[in-house]
């Protein structure tokens, strides 16, 4: 399916908040204030994925430090609409994301996906995001999650 993408509008708020909630359970998703807390951070960068203009999905990804200094990235968010995953757009969003925070000069990029989500889990470790530890009690309701990272170096150098 063509796929195209692009950067966040503001116009686009109330789509993303929609799929936002439709992707992940209450507990999970994120409140309004927080999802524009997120969009609003000078240190964020949000890729839209549209099939058909309609928005498919989007990724908000945060690079953390200065440049010439250890910069780390960080994944907020990956949402695809059930209807589009499985269909390469998860894959294209990830590639950009990292291709933003390398090009601000993040060496390595963090995430946190929930220890239950096994479909997520082997999302993250197919795209060379490994386990490094676990935060109990991350999510509401006492949810674990996996700490997840991936080097960028170790890509440049294959």
Known sequence: MPTSL?????????TLFEID???YP???AYSRRELRAFLGDPGADCVIAEVENKIAGFIIAEAEGRPGRAVTGHIVTIDVLDPYRRSGIG???ISAAEEHLAARGAKQIELETARDNDAAIAF???????TRGIYEHYYP???DA???VKSLR???EK
Do not use: T, V
């Open 6 to 14: 692009r950067p966040y509008r503001p116009d686009d708020f109330e």
């Open 154 to 156: 170790e890509n440049k």
């Open 26 to 28: 209450p507990r999970i």
């Open 91 to 93: 894959s294209l969003l």
């Open 146 to 148: 996996f700490s997840m």
């Open 141 to 143: 309701g006492g949810m």
């Open 124 to 130: 993250w470790q197919k795209h060379g995001y490994r």
């Open 21 to 23: 909630k439709a992707c």
